[in-house]
């Protein structure tokens, strides 16, 4: 990296409430010599809001390509950038992407600005597992497509995160009961920091029939989490696991031989148990 390149700032902004913006990101954004934003007359906005009036460039999905030519000039002559989507992080579901692999490919630096993110807000008010996730963005627009992606993921055992609009929320959800079983735990988060935030947990059919029920709730921007597949009880014990239950029973009450042999082979405990019942009436 040359001393003199400028640097590239990738810069979360709000998703929602103007506050929740970072004393850090406003500090830069006011120093750095442009800023690339994905629709300029909204990031005006925020920028005004603020007392900023760093010149803004449009990169969108649209020039990303043609105007990365433009920027990556500018930071070869020193210049430093920053980079600011209409909300949120960007480059998660929003532009960048092109424009931050070309300037790492080229050397020069990237560096993060971190803040607001639907996905991650959503999930860490949304009560389901967050340990793993997955983060799929938006679904495919069409049905077919979208079932398609759905049947992909039935069995992912990570919790889902997906983003979606107002028009498509609740064909969204029917398609994931449909798909991926109406009783299958879920989370809607919906206009998350704005006035009419509301985070709804319950079964995919559960949030369909909700959704379906007032109207007001399906608009506005939301991140749908959906509980990863949570295996049915093997049916089927292992045969080593089964010999082992077979001898605890000839020397012990059915009870304890059914909790030992679970606690020797890593079985699960009802389903020695089960087994042990068969195998008593079977004898
Ligand atoms: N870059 C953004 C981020 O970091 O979350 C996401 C941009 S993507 C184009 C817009 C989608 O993000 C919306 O359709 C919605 O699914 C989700 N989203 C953005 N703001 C939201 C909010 N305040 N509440 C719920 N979902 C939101």
Redesign the pocket.
């Known amino acids: 990296m040359a001393m003199n390149e400028g640097v590239l700032y990738v810069v979360?902004t709000p998703?929602?409430n103007l506050q929740d913006v970072s004393a850090r990101a406003l500090d830069i954004l006011g120093r750095v010599a442009r800023i690339a934003a994905e629709d300029t007359r909204h990031s005006r906005k925020l920028l005004t809001h603020y007392g900023i009036d760093t010149p803004l460039i449009a990169v969108h999905e649209h020039n990303e390509r043609e105007v990365t030519e433009t920027l990556l000039d500018m930071l070869r002559s020193g210049d430093d950038l920053a980079l600011i989507?209409?909300?949120?992080?960007?480059?998660?579901?929003?532009p960048g992407f092109y424009l931050v692999r070309a300037v790492r490919q080229a050397g020069m630096r990237v560096v993060p600005m971190p803040g607001?993110?639907?996905?991650?807000?959503?999930l860490s008010a949304s009560g389901l597992p967050t340990d793993r996730f997955v983060f799929e963005?938006?679904l495919p627009a069409r049905q077919h497509a979208r079932r398609q992606r759905l049947e992909a993921l039935r069995a992912e055992p990570r919790t889902l995160v997906?983003?979606?609009?107002?028009h498509r929320v609740a064909d969204c959800l029917a398609d994931m009961a449909g798909v991926m079983g109406a009783g299958r735990d879920a989370v809607i988060?919906?206009?998350?920091?704005?006035t009419f935030?509301t985070i709804k947990a319950g079964s995919l059919s559960g949030l369909v029939t909700w959704l379906l029920e007032d109207a007001q709730q399906q608009r506005?921007?939301?991140?749908?989490m959906v509980h990863g597949e949570v295996p049915a009880v093997d049916a089927a014990m292992d045969r080593e696991a089964e010999r082992v239950l077979v001898l605890l029973m000839q020397e012990l009450p059915l009870k304890q031989a059914a909790a030992l042999a679970a606690k020797i082979t890593g079985q699960a405990k009802n389903l020695c148990y089960q087994r042990a019942l068969e195998l008593k009436k079977a004898n």
């Open positions: 979360a998703i929602g989507s209409d909300a949120g992080t960007p480059l998660i579901s929003d607001p993110c639907a996905c991650v807000a959503a963005g938006f997906f983003y979606e609009s107002s988060a919906r206009e998350l920091t704005k935030e506005g921007e939301f991140v749908i």
